[in-house]
């Protein structure tokens, strides 16, 4: 059975004429994280404050544990959902002690003193803040506080523990540490949980079930491999990450290929899905997106290569491991990733070539 | 930071000794006569002053009547701004903006105006209601009989629930909204969430709010003045000013002031003690939509409750001031023949002290509003940066009056400037220095708020790329603290135009200002001239703030841009 559900989800606020989510259905599976992935007023905080019960929906209904938590309007208020949350800004607080933050949630379930004290701790054992207990939040660092919400979230052992960009006020390096931490965590307790945020890379780390969201609806879900590798629209292939995406008409359509005629470039062969290819026929435009980590650059013409195109080296950018060349072919201007030791010069000419299932057929968007 | 140019490091030192030396003379002078006038009588030092205030019994009566106001003030005050607050910035009240803003508006209208508002609706034959009951009863007497002590406390409160109102409404609009929904998350109502984070967070504010409004009922003169005295109810601001009848006792005076200078210092170091350590700033979500308490049906009783209140304390005491003021001193049933403007005219032309006195307060809260406003910047200026040991002492002086309540400050500048070398009693001089110490710290406030928000950055930005230091000051610098300058010098001009407090024990009949004619015509019992002068007091201190609206584009309270 699935932890959460939600079926054609319809959310409009008041004096707005379009409806902040239109129609939204997915569900997340028992021990798997969701991850919300948009752009901001996608309308990913806004689901999941559906999910909390922070707001109602208009249409469609949510099931927590096969339970209807909300209907076309209304909701069970969000203390009768047993979910977790935690805030953007943390919400912890600052008029009661790390120990006490944590234990609230315990003591409105009327449990013993010493109950609730063996569970705080071995809440904050987790998120190894033990030693905190009696400090106040004013006294501990961001990256501290935000431990201590994602104890006082994990402590009442919810149903599903709702995450709304909780790493988005760290820093760099804390961020990257945390999102490990979390997931481990996460495994560890065998929890559900809906992740919101607009960071991709975050996204793939965290995901077992990524949803892209945009203007209120899914623009695609799946996988974080599956909808990175195979991008189902141009606004999904270039929100997970830089991509070379080229605009062009179909001429040829095959099970799993297809063919796009580039104007100033020529034709690329490409994969192309069968969900994809259900809502095209030839001569409709679409676009092909490649990845630049995957094309390749060599001085001569490649003889295998399904795709292959000849260009001039625009500019060299060295970015570490890896340096990115700009090369006009036509009036296309590739970006590729190469190894650093392999080298060109800005004004040789140079060959694009790559295999037809590296480049993936996207509705334009 | 880098060293400065020795020569402008001096001639800064030199302005900071002079602007030192003006604010020692202003704030301190006056407090240091106030002290020894305590200990001064005939018969050279002496505690027989303070000895007097545990042998008389009025004394005695009139501090604990004094306690009994502030303390019932600020009850009832922070119980009704709370409801308010919460009404207006948490739930889905309908017209909470009208609400919020006959609140807010109750702050343009001076305490002692709202007092005598209240006589003339309920003063037992004068009042408009009573005279309204009696008409339409036959009745011979009236409702109510706002002579009472009960009858002060009412108007007290509904004079400082506004402040209560502006420190809950800010708590509350300040909390994020996040804070309330992880208690809800957690399994806690609505009802549990708001008890257990929403008002412990709003602490600062809570203890704040009482404080405040304590000390403003506490330093109240004008209700105790117009209603108080009249039911033989006195307390401790109308006791100092009975001691200024001839002949004038101003050692006594000084030593029933002192304990409210005193109440004052030590409840507002109280409220810092209180407040203190824990931090209560904390990091903002997303500005996410919202969430009102959905208070269903009783949201049409919430409103209900909340007319009530802003009719009764705002809009009534208003309206009857406009309509007694064009209105003929008469009894019986309204008659349009009897609307007329005989009372404006008489107090502009005919009252030997109505244009005499607009002319004062014109010209007393003008010059008090640009000195402090000079003052305040130079020393808002010279304590930035620190870079002196000293830079603490200009802000502390600053600040300071805002520990001393306006008639304390009074009874020290009549100790101070009515014997000895310099003699400025009787002149129009001795109010301006009233009006300007008084308001001396919102003025530094303003500023202060003003330049900390101008980023020495942006000053370094302009020095790198070629301009001189004055230059930075006239093209960057006071571009960007003009606002919070002007509405510092609103606020100034306003609170001037206002006392009441100070002015009662420092004019003469050669330096009467508005608010002491309003009075002068009250003890008169000249119904229509008390109206018309206080609409005009309204009108004037009205248009001070609409044109700094119209300048400063609606930040005229706000210092920051």
């Known amino acids: 059975m699935s932890k959460l559900e939600l079926i054609d989800v319809v959310k409009r606020f008041g004096d707005q004429p379009q409806a902040v989510i239109r129609g939204l259905s997915t569900s997340v599976a028992e021990g798997q994280i969701l991850v919300l992935l948009g752009p901001s007023g996608c309308g990913k905080t806004t689901t999941l404050q559906l999910v909390a019960g922070l707001l109602a929906p208009d249409e469609g209904s949510i099931l927590v544990d096969g339970r209807q938590v909300a209907g076309p309007g209304w909701g069970l208020p969000p203390e009768r959902r047993n979910l977790g949350m935690v805030f953007q800004s943390y919400a912890v607080w600052p008029h009661k002690t790390v120990f006490e933050n944590v234990a609230y949630g315990l003591e409105l379930r009327s449990m013993s003193r010493e109950d609730i004290r063996r569970r705080v701790q071995k809440a904050l054992d987790l998120v190894h803040l033990s030693e905190l207990g009696a400090r106040y939040p004013s006294e501990i660092s961001g990256g501290q506080q935000q431990r201590v919400a994602l104890a006082r979230a994990i402590v009442v052992e919810p149903s599903l523990l709702l995450l709304d960009e909780p790493l988005s006020n760290l820093d760099a390096t804390l961020r990257e540490q945390m999102r490990i931490e979390l997931k481990t965590l996460q495994r560890q307790l065998g929890l559900a949980a809906i992740y919101v945020t607009h960071d991709q890379a975050e996204a793939m780390v965290l995901a077992d079930h990524l949803v892209v969201m945009r203007d209120g609806v899914i623009e695609q879900q799946g996988r974080a491999e599956e909808v990175f590798l195979r991008p189902r629209t141009g606004f999904v292939a270039r929100f997970l990450g830089v991509t070379n995406l080229l605009k062009g008409n179909l ?115 | 930071m880098t060293g400065r140019p020795a020569s402008r490091v001096r001639s800064q030192e030199a302005v900071w000794i002079a602007a030192a030396l003006i604010l020692a003379v202003l704030v301190l002078l006056p407090v240091y006569h106030l002290v020894v006038a305590s200990f001064t009588t005939k018969d050279g030092l002496s505690l027989a002053n303070y000895a007097q205030l545990f042998r008389v019994r009025r004394f005695q009566e009139a501090m604990l009547n004094s306690l009994l106001l502030g303390i019932a003030s600020s009850v009832f005050g922070m119980l009704i701004g709370t409801l308010l607050a919460w009404l207006v910035s948490r739930t889905n009240m309908p017209y909470r903006r009208i609400i919020r803003t006959c609140v807010l508006g109750s702050f343009a209208v001076p305490a002692f105006v709202n007092a005598l508002s209240w006589v003339l609706l309920a003063g037992p034959n004068a009042g408009s209601l009573n005279q309204l009951w009696m008409t339409l009863t036959g009745s011979r007497e009236g409702l109510i009989n706002i002579f009472s002590l009960q009858g002060l406390i009412a108007v007290a409160v509904a004079t400082v629930y506004p402040l209560a109102f502006i420190f809950m409404h800010n708590a509350f609009e300040a909390m994020d909204n996040e804070m309330e929904q992880a208690a809800r998350l957690l399994g806690a109502s609505g009802v549990r969430a708001f008890f257990t984070i929403a008002l412990p967070l709003a602490r600062p504010a809570l203890i704040a709010g009482f404080i405040m409004t304590f000390l403003e009922a506490l330093a109240l003169y004008g209700a105790p003045a117009a209603i108080g005295v009249p039911a033989r109810v006195y307390v401790v601001t109308t006791q100092i000013w009975s001691l200024f009848e001839y002949p004038p006792q101003v050692g006594m005076a000084a030593a029933l002031s002192l304990p409210l200078a005193l109440v004052t210092v030590a409840l507002l170091w109280v409220q810092r003690i209180l407040i203190g350590r824990r931090g209560y700033s904390t990091i903002r979500g997303k500005s996410s939509r919202w969430q009102r308490a959905d208070l269903g049906a009783w949201r049409w009783v919430a409103v209900g409750i909340a007319g009530v209140i802003v009719f009764l304390t705002f809009v009534l005491p208003n309206a009857v001031l406009v309509f007694r003021s064009l209105y003929r001193e008469s009894y019986g049933a309204f008659s349009i023949g009897n609307v007329t403007l005989a009372h404006y005219k008489y107090v502009l032309f005919d009252y030997v002290d109505g244009l005499p006195s607009i002319r004062h307060s014109l010209a007393t809260a003008l010059a008090a509003a640009t000195l402090a406003g000079v003052l305040a910047l130079s020393a808002a200026f010279l304590s930035r940066g620190r870079s002196f040991r000293f830079s603490g002492v200009l802000a502390f002086l600053c600040m300071l009056p805002l520990a001393i309540p306006a008639m304390v400050f009074a009874v020290g500048l009549v100790a101070t400037y009515s014997g000895g070398w310099i003699v400025l009693y009787g002149t129009l001089t001795i109010l301006t220095l009233a009006y300007l110490t008084k308001n001396l710290p919102y003025a530094f406030m303003s500023c202060n708020a003003a330049l900390a928000s101008v980023h020495t950055d942006l000053e370094s930005a302009a020095r790198v790329l070629g301009a001189s230091g004055l230059r930075t000051l006239r093209t960057i610098t006071a571009p960007l603290i003009r606002n919070g300058l002007l509405s510092g010098w609103i606020v100034v001009f306003a609170n001037s135009l206002r006392d009441l407090s100070a002015s009662v024990l420092l004019y003469t009949s050669a330096t009467t200002v508005i608010s002491t004619a309003i009075m002068d015509v009250y003890y008169a019992s000249q119904w229509g001239a008390v109206a018309a002068l206080s609409v005009i007091l309204l009108a004037i201190n009205a248009v001070a703030i609409i044109l700094g609206y119209r300048i400063l584009g609606r930040n005229v309270l706000s210092p920051n841009t």
């Open chain 1, 251 to 365: 001429t040829d359509l095959a099970s799993n290929s297809a063919r796009l005629d580039v104007p100033g470039l020529g034709m690329v062969s490409a994969f192309l899905s069968d969900e994809v290819a259900s809502s095209l026929k030839i001569g409709d435009a679409a676009s092909a997106s490649m990845r630049p980590l995957e094309l390749a650059l060599s001085a001569t013409r490649p003889d295998a290569a399904a795709n292959a195109y000849e260009g001039k080296i625009a500019e060299r950018i060295f970015l570490g491991d890896l340096t990115e060349y700009l090369v006009q072919s036509g009036a296309i201007r590739w970006r590729v990733h190469v190894a650093s030791a392999n080298r060109f010069a800005v004004g040789d000419s140079a060959w694009v070539s790559f295999a037809a299932e590296v480049g993936t057929i996207v509705l334009e968007s």
